[in-house]
């Protein structure tokens, strides 16, 4: 990926990384240069651990199969990545300049046809594993279509969804914000696979960079770095080439806002050391290049994740909500943990997901609000069954309901584990 001296005339796509081998001259194009020397992601970051094992390196390969440069993503549903355009489809031409509006300047940020599917490999876990043998990564699944929209070019644009040909059972799922833009002045995490400046790991893994301050957020006229479009937002320092696609995840809540775009610091490529584009830094001659880098907001896209969610077959983990894996209120649970409610109650000869219940908080239809132990939480409503029952020394009676024949009958679930539970009121 060739950088732009400064000033900025375009900012680059963040390449993808040609891991062991290669930097893409650009993002998407086939020829390649060598590195001369091994790096990891993310700029001044540290490991990456296994509770960001959502965020996923993205190995892109060749017609025939071999590993040919790799990107980065977020595993949102088992079987669905997010990640950037440039990271599915051919670009053409070097750089991105674009309008406050999202419009691109100059001709720059073009996209052409898309890799085939099969092509995009996805790598899990912090590192990549080659217990097979040689340069050999071991892919937890492949790409079987790829979402985008229909816009042919990266300003204000750079998103897309890969459906994997199966899912990654028990996978950890990145949460994310749809319903609000990121704030200027928030704080937020980078984790990625691509280039860094500080570590001498042979093993390309995954890194990570926290309390990186979001600067603007689009639309914002940046001067000589073109503009920042509606659906962006800018960073200083912190990501680099291989980067592309890792997500941009709030350091409050642990939700994606974004994915990488594009960036730089301004300075000459060096070959020698792939991370003198991506840093903070000052010349021999006194020139200081300070890096700026943008992502793409995720907010901005509804009608694009909702038709990848229904190809998935999946729910969306929205930013602050229980994992939508687990079961519904009413549904069948065998403890707390399997609720997104957190809590799992015995009913008759079964158990079922409740939730909690007071006078602001009544019950659904059919169920009734009862009290059992120091809580009360919300049982189905049976008309034959005593006003009040008791199972394994656990009384559960009737709390604000009425007491006649529409009483609750109510035993604890779990040998009287039952309501061992984080007891998180149901959104």
């Avoid at 120091?374 to 008309?383: E, I, K, R």
């Avoid at 009676?397 to 009121?425: I, Q």
Wanted: proline content about 7%.
């Amino acid at each position: 990926m060739r950088r732009f001296p400064s000033p900025l005339a375009a900012l680059t796509p963040i390449a993808p990384l040609a891991i062991l081998a290669a930097l893409a001259t650009a993002c998407g194009a086939t020829g390649a240069e060598p590195l001369g020397q091994q790096a990891d992601p993310i700029i001044n970051g540290v490991p990456s651990t296994a509770d960001q094992d959502y965020a996923i390196g993205l190995a892109i390969l060749d017609t025939n199969g071999q590993y040919m440069a790799g990107c980065s993503g977020s595993l949102i549903a088992e079987n669905l990545v997010l990640t950037a355009r440039h990271c599915v489809s051919q670009t053409v031409g070097e750089g991105v300049s674009c309008s406050s509006s999202g419009k691109p300047l100059s001709g720059t940020g073009g996209v052409s046809g898309d890799y085939l599917p099969k092509q995009l490999a996805v790598l899990i876990g912090p590192t990549i594993d080659l217990s097979g043998g040689g340069f050999n990564p071991k892919f937890a699944a492949v790409g079987t279509q790829i979402f985008h929209t229909s816009v042919d070019n990266l300003c204000n644009n750079d998103i897309a969804l890969i459906l994997l040909d199966h899912k990654i059972a028990g996978a950890k799922l990145a949460q994310l914000r749809l319903d609000a833009p990121p704030v200027a002045g928030e704080l937020m995490t980078a984790i990625g696979w691509g280039v860094a400046n500080n570590t001498t790991s042979q093993i390309p893994s995954r890194r990570t960079r926290k309390d990186i301050p979001v600067v603007k957020v689009g639309p914002a006229n940046l001067g000589v770095n073109g503009g920042l479009g509606p659906h962006e937002f800018a960073i200083g320092e912190g990501i680099c080439s291989g980067d592309s696609g890792g997500p941009a995840v709030a350091q409050t809540t642990g939700a994606v806002i974004g994915v990488v775009s594009r960036g730089g610091n301004g300075a000459a490529a060096d070959p020698n050391n792939p991370a003198a584009s991506c840093v903070n830094t000052t010349a021999a001659d006194g020139t200081t290049y300070k890096a700026s880098n943008f992502y793409t907001r995720i907010d901005g896209f509804p009608d694009l994740l909702a038709t990848a969610f229904q190809a998935a077959g999946a729910e969306p983990w929205l930013e602050g909500q229980p994992d939508p894996r687990k079961a519904k209120f009413g549904e069948p649970c065998d403890g707390p943990d399997a609720c997104r409610t957190a809590l799992c109650i015995g009913v008759g000869a079964g158990t079922q997901c409740s939730q909690t219940c007071d006078t602001a908080t009544p019950c659904p239809t059919g169920y009734g609000c009862v009290s059992a132990g120091t809580q009360s939480v919300c049982a189905p409503v049976s008309a034959d069954a005593p006003a009040t029952s008791s199972s394994g020394g656990c009384t559960v009676g009737s709390n604000g309901v009425d007491a006649g024949r529409a009483s609750l009958a109510l035993t604890m679930g779990l040998a009287g584990l039952a309501l061992a539970v984080a007891a998180r009121r149901r959104r």
